[in-house]
């Protein structure tokens, strides 16, 4: 077992059986590094996704624990005629139903916006974080820019998963925070990855939804056991994917790279100006590039070579 | 004292508290808007030691979310201000923004979504249309709306800032002109007090400002905010409490304004339910005068209905008549603001108030 999670319970430790009884009734209470979450849901493919996808995950027990960042459940909404399911959090619900097939992935999201909606003691940035040498990358990217499939081939590269959605930065000491968890995956990235990593572990796919097919791979072991590790940023990297062409890389211009990182914060508004400094901060820190890649393998090998700012 | 309410108000007890009374703490002073209080209270008291980690992190994100929007407020009031400057009407703020710019103990931790200001009736078409030209805009476009607002409420329909989307209540009374016991508007005018250093922001004077904040939770139909009512009034009485001869003051305010019955509900409630200090004597006397006017309320019964109703609106504190109590108390708020119809009167009482008045007092 890996180092630093022999003690405690995994969720593999326990059969699939078990994880849906225990989500059908008390919950499941998950360490997800830093939060801890409780989980209730009716729906088997959320069983099926957390057994798959959180194998590796400490599970607590609910009474000694006592206290849960976030009390979540995904449950039916309607049954017959295109049933439907609902995410929610402790009596509020942030979003209207969606498809029943969708409740895997709908779990997830809903994490998220819990984590941006009531996490405000960190400064949250819509991005991928992945940590090598003990320096942080961040690519902060809009949907469609290829950043889940670079952000899993990392991982599978040897570079550490932090969060393949959202940087959590200290706005004193400037460190990110980790919370690993499953990364996400969308359309052709999910055949790729298949592909390429036939040992990845892959979760429920749902398709049709808004973000078009969607499923989700197991975080690596090595990201889960060193979840503790915050750890500085290095570089600030915006990728493109564009099929077909050949590895270009740009300096950003630093200024901005900060309006950019700005425009991708969940939460810089509520820190005001504190917010910004740190983020400008983060830019000084950083090495900040464009990346144009059409192949996965030239990108990759680009990243390895990345030496440490000046 | 309920769980949150005693996180809220005895803080030396917090080390004692176990890590699943915590989780319900933060749980329902979410629900009831209080989060962002308690973490107000722990630096205030100098106790944010004693809050886990765990519960650190949630109220002080809270808390970050309402100083946040008093920054934000500050700036929405000084825009009002320049757009009523050319007719002359000052700004006179109630509730929490009036907390917030004054500076008040009640402000701590008080998240404020929109500014509530108070104009004299005749002056609202002047009002109206000076702050149309600065750009903001009636939410309310439906015509039974609009006539609804400004036939029976005592406020316009609710406006909305056509480009910083922020949301603005004027009213010209604090009650509504149907209520059967209202105060003067021009009353509450003439003893406001300026804020700050200037002249044309103002809010309600100390006296007015309690006995509005008891008025309007006695009021209300619908009680969400029903706890963070009852700790505003508790922060206000706190902090007032201590200037010279503020109880008889108070009283006797209450009988000039005809809030006795509001007044009275809320040293009752903040006392039962939050421990606030009030004196016999200022009790007693109170009583006294409701019971001359034959205004005493039906204690047994309202104890019953706010006592759930005043609790934080989460699932873990509802029984199985919470939500009876908030029907009730929803025909009750609308009762007070009616015309007094006696046939509507006599239905309620008869159908639904009596059963439960049997019960709760037999």
Excluded at chain 1, 121 to 139: D, F, P, Q, W, Y
Aim: charged fraction near 20%.
């Amino acid at each position: 077992m890996p180092a630093g999670l022999s003690a405690a319970l995994r969720l593999a430790d326990m059969s699939l059986a078990q994880v849906r009884q225990r989500l059908r009734s008390d919950g499941l209470w998950l360490r997800l590094p830093p939060f801890v979450v409780h989980v209730r849901s009716e729906i088997p493919v959320v069983a099926q996704g957390l057994h798959l996808l959180y194998a590796n995950h400490e599970c607590l027990d609910g009474a000694t624990q006592g206290f849960a960042d976030f009390h979540v459940s995904v449950n039916a909404r309607r049954r017959w005629f295109r049933p439907l399911c609902s995410f929610e959090m402790d009596g509020f619900r942030p979003f209207t139903p969606l498809a029943y097939g969708e409740a895997y992935a709908f779990l997830e999201w809903g994490l998220n916006w819990c984590v941006t909606s009531y996490c405000h003691t960190l400064l949250t940035i819509h991005s991928a974080v992945l940590e090598k040498n003990g320096r942080v990358l961040l690519m902060p990217a809009p949907p469609g820019s290829g950043k889940s499939t670079l952000c899993a081939a990392l991982m599978f590269n040897g570079w550490r998963l932090l969060s393949d959605e959202m940087a959590l930065l200290e706005p004193g000491s400037g460190l990110v925070v980790p919370a690993p968890r499953p990364v996400s995956l969308k359309n052709r990235s999910i055949e790729v990855v298949r592909q390429r990593w036939p040992q990845a572990v892959l979760g429920p796919v749902a398709k049709d939804t808004m973000k078009g097919t969607v499923a989700h791979v197991r975080a690596s072991t090595e990201s889960l056991s060193r979840a503790h590790e915050r750890a500085l940023p290095a570089w600030l990297v915006f990728p493109k994917y564009q099929a077909g062409e050949s590895l270009t890389v740009q300096p950003h211009a630093k200024p901005d790279a900060l309006v950019q990182l700005a425009s991708n914060s969940f939460n810089q508004h509520v820190h005001g100006r504190r917010g910004f400094e740190a983020l400008a901060a983060l830019v000084d820190r950083c090495d900040c590039h464009d990346l144009c890649y059409g192949d996965l393998d030239q990108a990759l090998a680009w990243f390895d070579a990345l030496e440490l700012p000046s | 004292m309920d769980l949150l309410q005693r996180a809220l108000r005895q803080p030396q007890q917090w080390p004692a508290m176990s890590l699943a009374e915590w989780d319900l703490v933060v749980r329902q002073a979410r629900h009831a808007d209080l989060l962002a209080r308690l973490a107000a209270t722990a630096r205030a008291c100098g106790r944010a030691d004693a809050l886990p980690s765990s519960v650190r992190l949630h109220a002080d994100s809270a808390l970050m979310i309402a100083q946040r929007q008093h920054k934000e407020l500050v700036h929405e009031v000084d825009q009002i201000r320049r757009a009523l400057a050319p007719v002359g009407v000052p700004v006179v703020l109630l509730k929490g923004a009036a907390y917030v710019l004054q500076g008040l103990q009640a402000a701590q931790g008080r998240l404020v979504s929109d500014v509530d200001i108070l104009v004299p009736r005749e002056r609202l078409a002047d009002v109206e249309s000076a702050l149309m030209i600065s750009g903001w805009v009636s939410t309310h476009r439906d015509a039974y709306d609009q006539h609804y607002y400004r036939t029976w409420m005592h406020e316009l329909p609710p406006l909305k800032h056509m480009s910083r989307g922020t949301a603005l209540d004027v009213h010209h009374a604090i009650l509504p002109p149907t209520t059967r016991l209202r105060p003067d508007s021009a009353d509450l005018l003439s003893a406001t007090i300026a804020v700050g250093g200037h002249e044309d922001v103002r809010t309600l004077s100390h006296l007015d400002m309690v006995l509005h904040s008891a008025a309007h939770l006695f009021h209300e139909s619908e009680l969400p905010m029903g706890l963070r009512g009852l700790v505003d009034l508790d922060a206000l009485l706190g902090e007032f409490s201590a200037e010279p001869g503020f109880w008889d003051a108070l009283l006797a305010r209450a009988q000039r304004l005809r809030l006795e019955p509001s007044l009275a509900m809320a040293l009752r409630y903040t006392a039962r339910l939050l421990g606030t200090p009030v004196p016999p004597d200022a009790n007693e006397r109170l009583a006294l005068r409701l019971r001359e006017q034959g205004l005493t309320p039906r204690w047994g019964l309202m104890d019953a209905l706010y006592g759930r109703a005043l609790l934080p609106p989460h699932s873990s504190t509802a029984d199985a008549w919470t939500p009876l109590a908030h029907g009730l108390l929803y025909l009750r708020g609308h009762w007070l603001r009616m015309p007094p119809g006696l046939l509507a009167r006599h239905l309620l009482r008869k159908a639904l108030l009596s059963p439960l008045a049997r019960r709760s007092e037999g």
